[in-house]
């Protein structure tokens, strides 16, 4: 009985710890900045339809840092990133940073239903006949390219990307 | 400026009073000196309770002067969203936490006032002062809500859309912090009596009580949740296994396991090393839910607030259970009883039952939310654990629980008689078996629905035929208002309102139908059973918001499905929907599309569908009301333990 109860509290002791450091060293979930062909380049041309009506043009946010996301939603990666999306736009709307989604090989009622259900507070630009995915060279979502001011591509940023990583790479490029 | 400095000194008076009260608790175990902890909890009461009127006051007269209140709040929000946009993200919650957990400090202070040097007492406050220490170092260190913001700031950003779109925001939060912090207590008075190993006097009972009043608030809180999720996300579903809903779900299993395990040891002297674990366990488990919350390490759609307290919290929650397992291991066996269960069917055994289940199931909540990192480290690649996992578990579980709390209630203690138990369960399992006849007969024939309604009757029979003994008992003695304070009557109670929500689960999910129609203005149709109109377009403004509301008639009652333009913020839209609730049916309906060459801010515009047209996304749940009546039948029975009176044979030394 008396080892029981000391075995039983080492065990336990051992698999918290474990998860405590296991824990303690998980980084917040990103994405990894790649070298794309696009860095440097002027950055291909997104503009049409938005979600939920209106239309978007990138040449119209020339003078701003411009957060391109592409997305669909069937991809599980999106809807883990889709609220950072949210609060990062949200947190920098007075800042001079626009986020600007594009949804390709998609429905377009699936597409406003994800929008719905994460509850997204950016507008996203339907790309119907992947065209602008095309041009960017993307083909599996999300990948995220941040466009600095002048419209030059800075950064390209593949897999899912949190609040953190996109305020250290916006920062950066504002500079 | 002012307030800045003004929230702050409060803060660090609150500070300073947390840790004077360890200092003097601490006095008072070593030399016997007399506690001084009436007034120390009282003073760190008052310092916090005045950093957080500080900050009401700032965020009700938009004072941006502070960084939190510019981040969370703007001119334009309303006076109630301005008093809710104090805990809308992260430094603000920890305040209300911690405020809650001031009261709380206070309130046990009060209670064992006159017993305020027994060494039981001494210690669970002495623990509860360290855990609200943690806390006020936290804002007074890492979280500070009181960040001078030097920019000259208009109008301010405004809260989360999505967290000033309902008034449940204002009663929602708090219950779920009321639950989580209260859930110090029986972890106080956990550490405390393996401190000094008394665990057979009246403690155990009391401790259970405070358990009861967390729990209460924390399942309200949870139900109330769901209804939110269900009002404003327009998918039609209350509950997704989000990594935060797991981390409020994680505490509630193990605390639900402990409420039935310490009626065994009030009544059996048993299981008392395994209650004390479970009381540790619950309360690590709040601290590792807000780190789930807090971290950013998990992904979910309630990223309201990431940031840098992962370690922090990491650290608690490690040295918490730490502190529990070395005083189990050097106290344990000290602890222990010589006697068993003696019958695997007897009420203690089938507590073991609930008891394995609930952990059981709690282990695998954790697995599932805690798996999608594993992987990640092992194979780099990321995977979700999404609801096929975890319904896959629940829907077992939840019908296992349903059986046992169909025959636990009356089964008796020790020994087991099977004559006696079926004469008791006989009625039930009679009226039971014709319930689920009749409905098979109805032409039900989801076997689901059929075993979870057989079993839901026979759990409602069980607690109805308990609650018409005590009311006999009370009509004998005399005083029928008795029956409310009887030892079974709040547990009755609550295992009705659980019966109400496992039907309303189990049905609504099971005949759900969803389906979009196309209508022009004046027609209508019949969609799963109702009649669903469109009379026209509604427009309507205020300084918050800006609708475009459809008049959507149902049988004959009209709802208002919406598209929602927030003030503050980027053209964005968001769907408002609407439903059309009683007992037998929700429908719920969604403002998914208009007709071409029609022009709706925020709207779809779907080819295909004439002008002037609308498409609607309409849900039809049977049942699904007595989701939120289970939930309140649960409060009200949380509320009533409030008042309950010993059972004649719980231990008292």
């Given at each position: 009985m008396k080892r029981s109860i000391a075995l039983g509290a080492l065990a336990t002791l051992l698999v918290v710890g474990a998860l405590s450091w296991f824990l303690l060293t998980r980084q917040p979930i990103s994405a990894s900045s790649v070298q794309s062909p696009?860095?440097?380049?002027v950055a291909p041309a997104v503009s049409g339809a938005e979600l939920g009506g209106g239309t978007f043009s990138?040449?119209?946010?020339?003078?701003d840092v411009v957060v391109v996301n592409f997305w669909s939603s069937w991809c599980e990666p999106c809807k883990q990133e889709a609220p950072n999306l949210s609060t990062f736009a949200w947190q920098q709307r007075a800042h001079k940073v626009f986020v600007i989604g594009v949804v390709f090989n998609d429905t377009v009622a699936s597409a406003e239903t994800f929008a719905r259900y994460y509850g997204s507070l950016y507008p996203s630009v339907i790309d119907a006949q992947g065209a602008i995915a095309f041009h960017y060279g993307v083909?599996?979502?999300p990948t995220t390219f941040v466009i600095n001011a002048k419209g030059i591509v800075a950064a390209t940023l593949v897999g899912p990307t949190t609040v953190a990583q996109l305020t250290q790479v916006v920062n950066r490029v504002a500079q | 400026m002012t307030l800045v400095w003004l929230g702050r000194i409060s803060i660090y008076l609150a500070c300073f009073a947390a840790l004077g009260g360890i200092g003097a608790q601490v006095l008072t175990l070593r030399?016997?000196?007399?506690?001084?902890a009436l007034l120390w909890s009282v003073v760190s009461l008052v310092g916090v309770a005045s950093a957080f009127v500080v900050m009401e006051f700032a965020f009700v007269t938009h004072n941006f002067s502070l960084a939190y209140v510019a981040e969370n709040n703007a001119?334009?929000?309303p006076l109630l969203y301005s008093l809710t946009?104090?805990?809308?993200?992260l430094e603000g919650s920890i305040l209300l936490w911690s405020l809650v957990l001031g009261g709380l400090l206070s309130a046990v202070v009060v209670r064992y006032r006159r017993e305020a040097s027994d060494p039981v007492v001494v210690w669970a406050t002495l623990v509860m002062f360290v855990v609200a220490a943690f806390f006020l170092l936290v804002m007074a260190g890492p979280?500070?809500?009181?960040v001078h913001n030097p920019a000259h700031v208009l109008q301010g950003q405004g809260p989360n859309a999505l967290l000033q779109d309902n008034i449940l925001v204002a009663i929602h939060p708090p219950l779920l912090y009321t639950g989580f912090v209260g859930f110090t207590v029986p972890f106080a008075f956990a550490i405390a009596m393996l401190a000094t190993?008394?665990?057979?006097?009246?403690w155990p009972l009391e401790q259970r009580h405070w358990t009861v009043l967390a729990w209460g608030a924390l399942s309200v809180g949870i139900v109330l949740g769901s209804w939110w999720s269900y009002q404003?996300?327009?998918?039609?579903?209350?509950?997704?296994?989000d990594p935060v809903e797991n981390a409020a779900l994680l505490p509630w299993l193990t605390a639900t396991a402990y409420i039935h395990s310490v009626v065994v040891q009030d009544r059996r002297g048993l299981f008392r090393v395994w209650n004390l674990s479970l009381a540790v366990a619950t309360f690590a488990l709040t601290i590792l839910g807000t780190f789930f919350t807090r971290s950013g390490v998990l992904q979910s759609v309630h990223a309201f607030a990431s940031s840098t307290l992962g370690p922090v919290l990491i650290s608690f929650f490690f040295v918490t259970v730490g502190l529990g397992v070395a005083l189990i291991a050097w106290r344990g066996d000290a602890l222990r009883?010589?006697?068993?269960?003696?019958?695997?069917?007897?009420r203690e055994g089938l507590f073991v039952a609930n008891n394995i289940v609930f952990v059981g199931f709690a282990i695998v909540v954790l697995l599932g939310t805690v798996f999608p990192l594993l992987y990640q480290a092992i194979n780099g690649v990321q995977v979700t654990v999404g609801t096929p996992y975890f319904a896959a578990i629940a829907g077992p579980a939840g019908i296992f629980l349903l059986a046992l709390m169909a025959v636990a209630p009356v089964v008796p203690w020790r020994s087991v008689s099977g004559a006696t138990t079926w004469s008791r369960i006989r009625t039930t399992a009679w009226v039971s078996l014709a319930t689920t006849v009749v409905l098979l007969l109805a032409g039900v024939h989801h076997w689901p629905v059929l075993v979870a309604v057989f079993l839901a009757v026979a759990a409602a029979g069980a607690a109805t035929r308990t609650l018409v003994g005590v009311v006999q008992a009370a009509r004998q003695r005399g005083d029928l208002w008795s029956a409310w304070r009887a030892p079974s009557t709040a547990g009755m109670v609550v295992h009705l309102g659980v019966v109400l929500l496992a039907i309303g689960i189990v049905v609504s999910t099971s005949y759900t139908s969803r389906s979009e129609v196309t209508l022009a203005s004046g027609q209508r149709t019949v969609v799963g059973g109702q009649t669903i109109g469109f009379g026209g377009f509604a427009q309507v403004s205020n300084a918050l918001e800006h609708q475009t509301q459809l008049v959507v008639t149902v049988g004959g009652r009209t709802i208002r499905p919406a598209i929602t333009t927030f003030n503050g913020r980027s053209s964005q839209s968001v769907g408002t929907p609407a439903i059309d609730s009683n007992l037998l049916r929700d429908v719920y309906v969604t403002f998914d599309a208009i007709g071409q060459n029609s022009s709706v801010s925020g709207a779809q515009v779907q080819t295909g569908v004439a002008a002037g047209s609308v498409v609607l996304g309409v849900t039809v749940e049977p049942l699904l009301a007595w989701l939120w009546i289970g939930g309140l039948f649960i409060g009200f029975g949380s509320a009533l333990s409030m008042g309950r009176r010993r059972h004649r044979d719980e231990v008292g030394q």
């Open positions: 696009l860095l440097g380049k990138l040449a119209a946010h020339r003078g083909t599996s979502p | 030399r016997g000196t007399p506690s001084r001119t334009f929000t946009g104090v805990w809308s993200a979280a500070d809500p009181f190993g008394r665990v057979h006097e009246r404003v996300l327009g998918w039609g579903g209350f509950w997704g296994w009883t010589a006697t068993g269960v003696e019958h695997p069917l007897s």
